[in-house]
Structures are given as structure tokens and as C-alpha cells.
């Protein structure tokens, strides 16, 4: 075997995280050829395929996986020598990796950015607009919000942020009863507001259901475009020009926002100030 670069697992760990080797070398800082260069290099150096393209996408092959796993332990190891001798973790800088589903990263968190970043220049955030839970423990994300309480990641921090509460939302000006419903791919119906919806069409097989889709955010815009109605969080649908809520003043549905943190890095400078900022953007949207 080839002697190995271990600055080349760099490569591995963010391509098996990203998938696509355009994200990975904005993340790196790097253009795609270096990054395909540096994978083939690992390649030839273990003698074994990592990746395999599939529809587009650059998925971990199982020594892939094997290797990828590995390298989060370097950089892991990196991480602690770094914050033991120079004090990193006492000073809010460097990057700061969020996940949750399109809806509350675009509709939530967006608009409060400014005044994080301006109060910490130093600090670079990623956002990771997502539907898929990504791994924490792996160092997919440094911090993810999820809709619904966690119940496979053992290792995280969890912490519950809020109860949302749910209604019925349609455009602004429109009758309730003249509107279709806008509900959600098959494969979304374990999903509380997706079983709520299935119920309402189920008693209303008059109003019909011609859009489905697989993203709350993508019900916001189809509900300003007049579409038809949906159930949308009241902090995102009672603030958002052109709609209206339909149903009464009680929501029609709750779920649990919960703030998840890899444990090795919740008491970093950086991790602490953007959970505190999250916490507090989460509370400010909240009704009294």
C-alpha cells in the first residue's frame, strides 16, 4: 500500500458528508478538480474504490464508510489539540454547522442572522437546509433542530425548545370551503401534520388534493400562490404576507421543536453563542 496523506481523509470526510463534490469545495475552499484529485489519490494509496456516483450524487462505498468513519476520529483529535493549546474554545470564531428542514432555517433563522453575525464577526455559519436527519455523532452538523422528539441518538444533547403549534392556512381574502388541500408524499405519512391532513381530506373528499409535495416550505409558496390550504406552524404562518388563517384562534395541532448538539463541542465559545441565539429567536417567535 501506498504511503497515505492524511490530510487527503479531509477530503473523504466532507465529499461522504456533502455527497457532491461542488459543496465539498466551497467548504474546503478548494475547486472541484483538487477535490477529485485528492479522492483518487486516497484511492490509489489504499488500493480500494470509496465512492460510487449515483443519480448525481458521490455515495460511500462500504470501505468508503469504513474510511470516512476513521477520519471523523482524526478530526475529532484535531479538534481537541487545537482547542487545548490555543484557547479556540474560548473565543466565538470559526464555523458553526446547522441543520433542519427548509421551512424553519428560511422562515425563522434567515431573518435573525444579521445581528449574530454582526455581533460576531469571527463566526461563519453553514445552514443546511435538509429534510433528512444527519448525523451528529458522524459531524455531519455541529447543531440540528429537529421537528419531534429524538429517539435514536443516544450520544446528543437534546433539548426541547418549543411546542408549535399548527393551523390551517390559506391565502389571504379566500374562503376555506372553495380551496383544495395541499398535503404530502406517501412516504411523510408517519409524520403528525401528515396524518392530521389525511384525516381532514378523508372527511372532505369533495375539496380535492392536486398538489402534493415533500417540503413544508414549498407548502408556504404554494399556499401565497393560491393553490389551495395546508397546515403550516402559526409562528411561520401567521407572519408571513399573504396568508391567512383559516381555522380558529387554537392551534389544531402541537409538535415539539427540539435543539440537538454534538456533546464533544457544546461547551465551545461559538456552539454555546449560536445555541443561545437560536433559543432566543425560537422564543421570540412563539406566541405569548
Not at 473523504?12 to 465539498?24: D, G, I, M
Not at 462505498?61 to 468513519?69: E, F, K, N, S
Not at 489539540?81 to 466565538?92: E, F, Q, R
Not at 393551523?167 to 401534520?193: E, F, V
Request: glycine residues 6%; neutral net charge.
Amino acid at each position: 500500500m501506498q504511503a497515505l496523506d492524511w490530510n487527503d481523509l479531509r477530503y473523504v470526510l466532507v465529499v461522504s458528508r456533502l455527497r457532491r463534490l461542488a459543496p465539498a469545495a466551497r467548504q474546503i475552499g478548494v475547486d472541484e478538480t483538487t477535490v477529485a484529485r485528492r479522492l483518487a489519490r486516497v484511492e490509489r494509496a489504499l488500493g480500494a474504490r470509496l465512492f460510487e456516483r449515483i443519480d448525481g450524487m458521490l455515495l460511500p462505498t462500504d470501505m468508503g464508510q469504513i474510511v470516512a468513519r476513521q477520519a471523523e476520529h482524526v478530526e475529532s483529535t484535531v479538534d481537541q489539540i487545537g482547542h487545548a493549546t490555543s484557547g479556540a474554545d474560548a473565543k466565538v470564531a470559526g464555523v458553526v454547522r446547522i441543520t433542519a428542514v427548509p421551512m424553519v432555517l428560511n422562515r425563522l433563522l434567515v431573518s435573525a442572522l444579521p445581528a449574530l453575525l454582526q455581533a460576531n464577526p469571527l463566526l461563519q455559519l453553514q445552514l443546511v437546509a435538509e429534510p433528512r436527519n444527519l448525523n451528529l455523532i458522524h459531524r455531519e452538523a455541529d447543531i440540528a433542530l429537529r421537528l419531534g422528539r429524538p429517539d435514536r441518538e443516544a450520544r446528543v444533547i437534546a433539548r426541547r425548545l418549543a411546542d408549535l403549534g399548527y393551523a390551517i392556512y390559506g391565502p389571504s381574502r379566500a374562503s376555506a370551503r372553495s380551496l383544495p388541500w395541499i398535503t404530502y408524499d406517501s412516504g411523510l405519512s408517519a409524520k403528525p401534520h401528515v396524518s392530521w391532513l389525511a384525516k381532514a381530506i378523508q372527511d372532505d373528499p369533495e375539496a380535492g388534493t392536486p398538489l402534493i409535495v415533500n417540503d413544508s416550505d414549498v407548502v408556504v409558496h404554494a399556499i401565497c400562490a393560491g393553490l389551495g390550504r395546508s397546515l403550516l406552524p402559526c409562528c411561520i404562518g401567521d407572519r408571513e404576507p399573504g396568508l391567512a388563517r383559516l381555522s380558529g384562534p387554537e392551534p389544531v395541532l402541537s409538535r415539539e421543536l427540539w435543539l440537538l448538539v454534538h456533546p464533544e463541542l457544546r461547551h465551545l465559545a461559538r456552539i454555546a453563542v449560536v445555541i443561545a441565539w437560536v433559543e432566543q429567536v425560537i422564543a421570540d417567535s412563539s406566541p405569548p
